[in-house]
């Protein structure tokens, strides 16, 4: 359903993993897409998802006001994606990021005039939850909910697809690692998402006034123990490593260590409060609303996932079999 108005959606992280895949979804719908970056000059590659014209990478950096002012002028839809995983020790990044940052976009969103937001949030989002991540994520959908009464609120759990951050990172891990960690017993559960259908997911609420005020989970069609991850990493990279039990207090006291490297720009395996977040399951809650509703039909793992974790094959692409 195409929005009324200027047909122009102002998204803010369009560069990202989840954000080149919505900007994609929304140009197909024929909408111009004006896409928040905090250096246009690399984000030509954007141009090419559209028709000639139809994408456009322009200055905004959610933690600049006037920035984000100027990127949202004229929009009809206001998209935010903007996300971190990990912060610096004492940055408070993800206050500054997922919190004032969220606020600041849907502030100037209704300033501006626009008839929608959509907020990228996640499974886990919990005002109360020891992860610092998890708080500051429930905290932005209230700041976004106050500014802009009707906002939409998108939560996937874990994203998957070329590029992600998850399969690509324990994937790597296997092939330089002895042994993998098993962390907490490996029996937390996720509910591993297709990055294809997030994009939609957030293209159809965007696009369709119906889902205004609504809060979406987005997850796919298998729920899957963090042991079941690593064993379908090891099956298709064919890399079978020992999976090492480690409790969660001594993987927290290990992610505490590992967070250092944050202080010399290396971005960390797994962060003390990532380790936080593995102790509750990544699932959409019974009863949300969630793809189904929305008229999309959920993409397994397992059509995607040994597309591109065959890079980590010895032999890789050449390789018919992963060997171990």
Known sequence: MMPSGSGLVTVFGGSGFVGTQVVRALARRGLRVRVAVRNPNLAHDLKPLGDVGQVMPVYGDITDAGTVRNAVAGADTVINLVG???ERPGSKAFERIHVEGARTVAEAAKAAGAR???????????PNSESAY????AQGETAVAEAFPGAVIVRPSIVFGPGDGFFNRFAAMSGIAPALPLIGG???RFQPVFVGDVAEAVARVATD???AGQTVELGG???VTFEEVLKMIARETGRHRLLLPLPFPVARAIGSVAQLTTLVGIP?????DQILLMQTDNVVAEGATGLGDLGIEPTGMAAVVPNYLWRYRRGGQFAEQPVG
């Open 84 to 86: 971190i995983l990990y």
């Open 221 to 223: 069609p298998t729920v």
């Open 209 to 211: 006034p119906a889902w």
């Open 134 to 137: 998890a708080r500051s994520k």
């Open 116 to 126: 929608r937001m959509v907020q990228m949030s996640a499974i886990g989002a919990d």
């Open 268 to 272: 960390p395996v797994l962060t003390r």
């Open 186 to 188: 490996g029996q937390t």
